[in-house]
T-cell receptor, first 113, second 113 residues
């Protein structure tokens, strides 16, 4: 069965600092991997996805993520955080023949001015 | 704008009352889903549908029923609301293609008193 872990419940960074949000998955083969962002009072919006090819993927809003098979990880990064990036971030994994992704419990990003 | 529309956005119910949440999408997506989001629990799948006239149970289906009479609509019903159903409910839709992510609605905040 597929599973995904986001080890950090909360992350606090200063505006302009770099960011890395961690995501680890459990699945034998290469899964489909997604990062979503949820702004307060909103639904989830797809940031980026990976399913094959280049292991470094670029997404919207200046985010990128790197797939590392050896570490079963798909960490989300941004070089310089803006105050508007404060939100909840969810990693999701889709594996096998399933069309139903498993979501992590989310990481809340707090940005200090 | 194209997307997923949920109605209502907010609702307060008394224990034992019934209600229906409506989800409508205009992207011709085959698949539709209902999730609930609770603090610290991430997103949990309630029911989903892979096409008009079909529905299936997700991770937490008890106390809920769904119907997909039209391709663009997916209804979530609570027959006898309980305080444990206080949550934020999200509808999502997708193509039957694993390369794409979900499109989410903006959510319905339901309080059962």
């Amino acid at each position: 069965a597929q599973s995904v872990t986001q080890p950090d419940i909360h992350i606090t960074v200063s505006e302009g600092a770099s960011l890395e949000l961690r995501c680890n998955y459990s699945y034998g083969a290469t899964p489909y991997l997604f990062w979503y962002v949820q702004s307060p009072g909103q639904g989830l919006q797809l940031l980026l996805k990976y399913f094959s090819g280049d292991t470094l993927v670029q997404g919207i809003k200046g985010f990128e993520a790197e797939f590392k098979r050896s570490q079963s990880s798909f960490n989300l990064r941004k070089p310089s955080v803006h105050w508007s990036d404060a939100a909840e971030y969810f990693c999701a994994v889709l594996s096998g023949g399933s069309y139903i992704p498993t979501f992590g419990r989310g990481t809340s990003l707090i940005v200090h001015p | 704008n194209a997307g997923v529309t949920q109605t209502p956005k907010f609702r307060v119910l008394k224990t034992g009352q019934s209600m229906t949440l409506l989800c409508a999408q205009d992207m011709n997506h085959e698949y539709m889903y209902w999730y609930r989001q609770d603090p610290g629990m991430g997103l949990r799948l309630i029911h989903y549908s892979v096409g008009e006239g079909t529905t299936a149970k997700g991770e937490v289906p008890d106390g809920y029923n769904v119907s997909r009479l039209k391709k663009q609509n997916f209804l979530l019903g609570l027959e006898s609301a309980a305080p444990s159903q206080t949550s934020v409910y999200f509808c999502a839709s997708s193509y039957p293609n694993r390369d794409y992510g979900y499109t989410f609605g903006s959510g319905t905040r339901l309080t059962v008193v």
